[in-house]
C-alpha cells in the first residue's frame, strides 16, 4: 500500500493528468478546425521541402553553435559582475581581469585554428 506521504504527489500527479487531458479533448472539440492549402503551405522558408528533414548537417554548422553558446554564456558572467564591481574592489578587477583573458585565449585559439570559417 501507498505511504500516506506519498498520497499528495500521486494526488497531484493524476490532478494534472486528468487536467491536461481535458484541455486536450476541449481544445479538439471547441477549437476551430478548418485547414485549407493556404493554411497547409511552408511558411518558414517560402519555399517546398526538397530533401528529407533528418538529412545529415555539416559538422561545422555544430561547432559554431557550441562555440556561440559557450562564449554567450561566458560573457553573461560579465553583467552580474559589474553590478557589484565597487563591492569588489581590486580583487574582483582581479579575477575579472584572469577570467577574460582565459577567454580572449580561447576565442584567439578558436579564431586561429580557423573553426569560425564556413568556407
Given amino acids: 500500500m501507498v505511504s500516506s506521504q506519498y ?19 476541449a481544445g479538439r472539440a471547441i477549437g476551430a478546425h478548418r485547414p485549407d492549402p493556404e493554411k497547409n503551405s511552408p511558411y518558414e522558408c517560402g519555399f517546398e521541402a526538397f530533401e528529407d528533414a533528418r538529412m545529415k548537417f555539416d559538422v561545422r554548422y555544430y561547432l559554431i553553435a ?18 557589484v564591481f565597487k563591492h569588489l574592489g581590486m580583487y574582483g578587477f582581479v579575477v575579472m581581469s584572469i ?21
Fill in 7 to 25: 498520497f499528495p504527489i500521486i494526488f497531484f500527479i493524476i490532478l494534472g493528468l486528468i487536467m491536461g487531458g481535458l484541455l486536450l479533448v
Fill in 66 to 83: 557550441i562555440l556561440f553558446i559557450l562564449f554567450d554564456l561566458e560573457i553573461a558572467f560579465l553583467f552580474p559582475w559589474a553590478l
Fill in 99 to 119: 577570467f577574460l583573458t582565459i577567454l580572449i585565449a580561447g576565442f584567439a585559439y578558436v579564431w586561429k585554428k580557423g573553426a569560425l570559417e564556413w568556407e
